[in-house]
T-cell receptor, first 115, second 115 residues
Framework: KAGVTQTPRYLIKTRGQQVTLSCSPISGHRSVSWYQQTPGQGLQFLFEYFSETQRNKGNFPGRFSGRQFSNSRSEMNVSTLELGDSALYLC??????????????FGPGTRLTVL | GNSVTQMEGPVTLSEEAFLTINCTYTATGYPSLFWYVQYPGEGLQLLLKATKADDKGSNKGFEATYRKETTSFHLEKGSVQVSDSAVYFCALSGRGSSNTGKLIFGQGTTLQVKP
């Protein structure tokens, strides 16, 4: 099976712009979660989508949003970029059937740099 | 709330040395526990998991036992190799709708193995 793919791998934007990142989960997986990884804050949960519905959300401002399509592919959007949004954004997929076990498989990430 | 604490790094070992990376957690109920590994420039790879007390997860010579009495999930390997050099993350997945799709990570421990 192909793994989780993320596009683009690298992105450079300037403050105030917006950005859209894409994630394709493992075939058959219906849950997609997004994380932000920074040296200072570590790995932080952004949100999770299952069957096109957001099921859970972390403590991030409304500038961070996402969506999921009927084929389970997901996008996240960050509007009005700030310097502090520079990070590695990781997407993870799981079957989503059992809310408790939650074994997730990660993509390679998108490295976003905000200038 | 739920949290994970890992030992501070970096950890520097010689090849064939014994490895222990400590991980303790705070959670209500019975979380699932995971170890992930991240190589430079890559996403996270699931190393092993345990879903209930006294479960032992193992993979590629690494082991960790879910200890509910001490709320710990320490990672061990009997003989490390240079190729094991990476950042290791302990993570938990809590039960209930507020934890759906969400992994909580420790801060990560950098392991460097010297020949």
């Amino acid at each position: 099976k192909a793994g989780v793919t993320q596009t683009p791998r690298y992105l450079i934007k300037t403050r105030g712009q917006q950005v859209t990142l894409s994630c394709s989960p493992i075939s058959g997986h219906r849950s997609v979660s997004w994380y932000q990884q920074t040296p200072g804050q570590g790995l932080q949960f952004l949100f999770e989508y299952f069957s096109e519905t957001q099921r859970n959300k972390g403590n991030f401002p409304g500038r961070f949003s996402g969506r999921q399509f009927s084929n389970s592919r997901s996008e996240m959007n960050v509007s009005t970029l700030e310097l502090g949004d520079s990070a590695l954004y990781l997407c993870a997929s799981s079957p989503g059937r059992d809310r408790g076990i939650n074994e997730q498989f990660f993509g390679p990430g998108t490295r976003l740099t905000v200038l | 709330g739920n949290s994970v604490t890992q030992m501070e790094g970096p950890v520097t070992l010689s090849e064939e040395a014994f490895l222990t990376i400590n991980c303790t957690y705070t959670a209500t109920g019975y979380p699932s526990l995971f170890w992930y590994v991240q190589y430079p420039g890559e996403g996270l790879q699931l190393l092993l998991k345990a879903t209930k007390a006294d479960d032992k997860g193992s993979n590629k010579g690494f082991e960790a036992t879910y200890r509910k009495e001490t709320t710990s999930f320490h990672l061990e390997k009997g003989s490390v190799q240079v190729s094991d050099s990476a950042v290791y993350f302990c993570a938990l997945s809590g039960r209930g709708s507020s934890n759906t799709g969400k992994l909580i990570f420790g801060q990560g421990t950098t392991l460097q193995v010297k020949p």
